[in-house]
């Protein structure tokens, strides 16, 4: 089990930047693949971005590619969403989740989340 706390999130304007952070307890915080998911007002839970546990490998949905960069430092227990380029569709609360070992791309796929920061940007 790990506890996440999500932080940076705020009012940006389009085509503006934000660095989200997603702090983490535990100690094997390597091992936990940790996922970006975002939930605009009336509409579900999506996925945004997610790294392995060692960093090696990231994932994008077509929404985040090229202005997104998902990052971690695993001696800090710390994973990084930056958002660059923001557009006023990338308004939402920005949840991160870890999952033990494996990618997953669903929200299913995760037991462990954070409370969430809200992203705003305006046009």
């Known amino acids: 089990q790990v506890q996440l706390v999500e932080s940076g999130g705020g009012l940006a304007q389009a085509g503006g930047s934000l660095r989200l952070s997603c702090a983490a307890s535990?100690?094997?915080?390597?091992?936990?693949?940790v996922a970006w998911f975002r939930q605009a007002p009336g509409k579900e839970r999506e996925f945004v971005a997610v790294?392995?546990?060692?960093?090696?490998?990231?994932s994008y949905a077509d929404s985040a590619k090229g202005r997104f960069t998902l990052s971690r430092d695993n001696a800090k227990s710390t994973v990084y969403l930056q958002l660059n380029s923001l557009k006023p569709e990338d308004t939402a609360v920005y949840y991160c989740a870890a999952r033990f070992w494996t990618i997953g791309y669903k929200t299913a796929d995760y037991a462990n989340w954070g409370q969430g920061t809200q992203v705003t940007v305006s046009s």
């Open positions: 535990g100690r094997t915080f390597s091992s936990y693949a």
């Open positions: 790294i392995s546990g060692g960093g090696g490998t990231t």
